[in-house]
């Protein structure tokens, strides 16, 4: 699945990590003082990972990651960005958890062989993370593969509808929920900075991307085999969405009470069935 929409991608996040490790959005410095970027909503639903084995697919440069390993976890990190995976690298030593963790550089689509057919009890994957990828049903059968019989996938993620239907100023559905092939964000058309540090500058911004209904998501993992848990929808995300919502705890944005209360991420618990 090397196709130009991953070199493309590959390219725009690659640029960004040595900016996103020193932005005030990712408090670096706040982590290796013992701060934990992952919300209490994750960690509840999580449940006790101590001595558990994860994978984290497309992990950046590891924060979340890492913040498993301090829960208990052994884990492993997996993105296709090789300066991210070089600074999980380095932020594991930093943190004095390189002996609980491993990063590794691979398409989530090839996470399977690159990982040497290991399985794991836990796959997590953070929020903002399967707009990247253009095959769902193939995502879901990594899922699968990477996951042991009674291993269960952690999903949290963007709400497919206000992130991708909703207007960038207001609450009004500009776009199709039911939106056929890829997002083709041209930099023209891209605002500067990221989301970390709205004042950097980069050469690559042009990026594909797609947009996965959650029937679709289920559908997916359905289809691999996965038995549906829970799927918890909420109002709020780690980033401004609009203008007008206000901050109710460091990376958790929700509407203010005036407003509609509308879902704008996901969590999703799947888990393989025990072999009979």
Known sequence: MDDAW????????????DSHVRSDFYRVADFLDGWSPLRATEVAEAGDVDGLDLVHLQCHFGMDTLSWARLGARVVGVDLSEPAIAAARSLAEEAGLADRSE?????????PAALDG???????????A????PDIEAWAQVVSALLRPGGRLHLVEFHPVTHWCLSEDDLTVKYSYFHDGPWVWAEDLDEPGSYADADATFDHNDTVEWNHG?????????GAGMRIDALTERPSLF???WPFQVEADHQVWVNPPELPQIPLSFSLLATKPLVT
């Open 103 to 111: 990063f590794v550089v691979a398409n989530v689509y090839d996470a």
């Open 130 to 133: 399967l707009c990247w990828l």
């Open 239 to 241: 980033m401004q969405r």
């Open 6 to 17: 991953f070199e493309l991608n590959r390219a725009f996040w690659d640029e960004r990590v």
């Open 118 to 128: 290991r399985t794991f009890d836990r796959v997590y994957t953070g929020i903002g």
């Open 214 to 222: 959650i029937g679709a998501i289920v559908t997916a993992l359905a």
